[in-house]
């Protein structure tokens, strides 16, 4: 019992130094620029040290990232068994990935949308769906997580990785630095529309297990 929650603190502390750092991150950054911000800054904005910096992030931009995107990939698995028990698969999949990728406003959209290496990262992050969404699709169907959950996984968080980075890549940048869209959908259309590809297979995945 004593270790347990030992463990479970030490997740508490990981989690808040996480968003510490991602917040301090997305700060400076608005502060001052993404490309004037380095990782030093960062970790002494949160009171840490480099080095317990390195061991959450990566990059800068994974750090900025993570504050805008809101830590959407571990809400994931939550949102999807979150869903009405007797809505079919691909319906509660796609209304999942949805609701946990709602469009950056204001300053954080226009970091996003002016910072190439932001914007790409932006994009990469998407593909960190696939593992809680395959242990949220196993135990939705009713089974062991297994190859053919991973690879329902997997084609999801490509087609939404497809979705994401069409609709960033629909901003542009015009003079005196005033954002404007091209034509294109929003997010949440684009995101349906890149996901009904993968429908038919989580239907069947859905008959099989009906069956």
Known sequence: ??????????????????????????????????????????????GVSPRTYNNYFSSREQAIVAAIAAERTERIGAALRA???????????????????????????TLITTAPALRAEFV??????????????AERLGRDEDLATTVLAAAVAAAARVAVERWVGGWTQAAGDLLVVTEGPSLADGLREALAHVAPALRAADAGTAA
């Open 83 to 109: 869903r009405p028990s007797d809505e079919p698969l691909a319906e509660a999949v796609v209304e999942a990935v949805i609701e946990q990728h709602s469009e950056p406003t204001g300053d954080a959209l």
């Open 124 to 137: 990469d992050a998407v593909a960190s769906l696939q593992s809680p969404l395959s242990s949220a699709i």
């Open 1 to 46: 019992m004593v270790e347990r929650e030992a463990g479970g603190l030490r997740e508490r502390k990981k989690a808040a130094t996480r968003a510490a750092l991602s917040a301090a991150a997305l700060r400076l950054a608005l502060e001052r620029g993404p490309e004037n911000v380095r990782v030093d800054d960062i970790a002494e904005a949160a």
